[in-house]
């Protein structure tokens, strides 16, 4: 039993590991070890497989359906990449740890944290949205040659261009993309603690949000913005279902009001939102139709497309793992988009229509999982798998999985949305549906099960409405 319980204490630190590495990745590679920026890209991987080993040994790694499916395809792609007319078993293995390796994590996350493990992972982001936003709004306001704009080994860098001669921040990531994902996740926390009125420091809870306000305009990043916005609507809507209702949303509009206008205090907001308002209008434009075109209908043409590759596309592709950026700084020296930007296409082109095909339907088949299991927590009162749902679902249904970071936040945004539905539930096997008589036999009925509060620790204390 103690060594149990030291296994399951040692997979939890692994995945503690595996959430401070991800964020840090980018500033060991930027600015503290430069010379071992292509190392660190996969610094992850090895602790990935050592969480599953510690996962087996306590039984907390999970044989679903969908991890059995990764496996299969996992097998099946590298006997296709094998067979196909340019075999590099380098890239073969690039494409592999891209898109199966850190899959079956998540469902270890499920299985492995528990209330109190959301709770502090959920603090954390808080606590390091302070730091990354005052190094973001350092970049937004120095030059590009300074060091804290440096690339990935310490380059200098024209960047990535924003607008008004401002470039977008990257933080401590590796690329401005890790900003766009962690913002959405810290916003998740900060609502799960308002909305479900778990004991969170009222200082922590106005400094994350004052900072989430800023960082959104200076990052200069549509996606940020879009994401936030929407988890910000969906968590309105979802508060309708929470007890008290009238009493959480007009506490969590007031908490959004206060934070929005400390942070209008601030000269680098006015500048950021300055920004952020020029490209958006740049790249966007500024009416309904411009929103539709160039934001919902570019996320449903990224959809698309595939389908019509599938009959113009070689049954086994050019090799999984061949349009990735890291195959293509191995291939050419420079990181580039080989098969398109867009994921679903590159996808097809890349492991063939079969396989390619397969693949996606088995991220849609997560995603569906996320959106099932986030709206049946909501029913039993639990707001937090949805929050963290959005960026989730987002990250997982087609975003660049050949880009570490954004694999990494995919993978622990799913995890912590699928382990927060853990919250308020027993900590054994959940009780089986009633069963209701029927006019033909006795038939289960579609009544939800019925879960028992989960017991709170000795000596620690009940929520309450306040923060402490």
């Not at 916003?187 to 949000?209: D, E, I, V």
């Not at 900072?211 to 990043?221: D, G, N, R």
């Amino acid at each position: 039993m103690a060594s149990s319980s030291q296994h399951l204490k040692l997979l939890k630190g692994l995945i503690w590991c595996y959430l401070v590495l991800l964020v840090t990745e980018g500033a060991l590679r930027k600015w503290v070890v430069p010379g071992l920026a292509t190392p660190l890209l996969i610094v992850r991987d090895p602790l990935v497989l050592a969480i599953y080993l510690v996962a087996a040994s306590c039984r907390k790694f999970v044989f679903n359906g969908y991890v059995m499916a990764s496996f299969l395809l996992a097998a099946a792609s590298f006997a296709g990449s094998l067979l196909a007319p340019e075999t590099n078993i380098y890239i073969t293995m690039i494409g592999l740890r891209c898109y199966f390796l850190h899959l079956p994590l998540m469902f270890v996350m499920e299985k492995t944290l528990d209330e109190e493990d959301i709770e502090r992972i959920g603090k954390f982001f808080l606590w390091f949205a302070i730091p990354e936003t005052l190094i973001c709004v350092t970049q937004f306001d120095s030059p590009q040659s300074r060091w804290i704009n440096f690339s990935v080994g310490g380059q200098i860098t024209m960047g990535m261009s924003g607008a008004l001669n401002k470039f977008r921040p990257s933080g401590t990531f590796s690329f401005t993309t890790g900003v766009a994902e962690f913002y959405p996740v810290a916003l998740a926390s900060l609502m799960g603690f308002l909305m479900m009125r778990k004991k969170l420091p009222l200082y922590l809870a106005l400094a994350a949000g004052l900072c989430i306000a800023v960082a959104v305009p200076v990052s200069i990043s549509r996606t940020n913005a879009v994401t936030c916005a929407l988890l910000l609507l969906v968590a309105g809507v979802s508060a309708l279902a929470l007890p008290s209702a009238p009493k959480v949303i007009v506490r969590t509009i007031l908490f959004i009001g206060v934070a929005t206008m400390l942070a209008s205090w601030l000269p680098h907001f006015d500048e950021g939102v300055d920004a952020f308002s020029s490209r958006w209008t740049d790249a966007t434009g500024n009416t309904a139709q411009s929103f539709q075109t160039n934001i919902v209908g570019r996320f449903f043409t990224d959809l698309l497309p595939p389908f019509g590759l599938l009959f113009d596309t070689p049954l086994l592709g050019q090799g999984v793992g061949r349009g990735t950026m890291m195959a293509q700084g191995f291939l050419f020296g420079q990181r580039q988009f080989a098969l398109g930007e867009a994921e679903w296409p590159r996808l097809i082109l890349e492991m063939g229509p079969v396989l390619g095909l397969a693949f996606i339907l088995l991220r849609v088949g997560v995603c569906a999982r996320l959106a099932s299991q986030a709206f049946q927590a909501l029913r039993r009162e639990n707001i937090w798998p949805v929050l963290y749902s959005i960026p989730a679902l987002l990250l997982v249904l087609n975003a660049q999985w050949g880009q570490p970071t954004t694999l990494g936040f995919a993978t622990f945004a799913a995890g912590l949305s699928f382990a927060a539905t853990r919250i308020h539930l027993t900590a054994g096997t959940p009780a089986k549906p009633a069963s209701r008589r029927h006019r033909y036999g006795r038939r289960p009925s579609w009544q939800q099960p019925v879960y028992e509060p989960l017991t709170r620790p000795a000596g620690r204390p009940e929520p309450s409405d306040s923060f402490q």
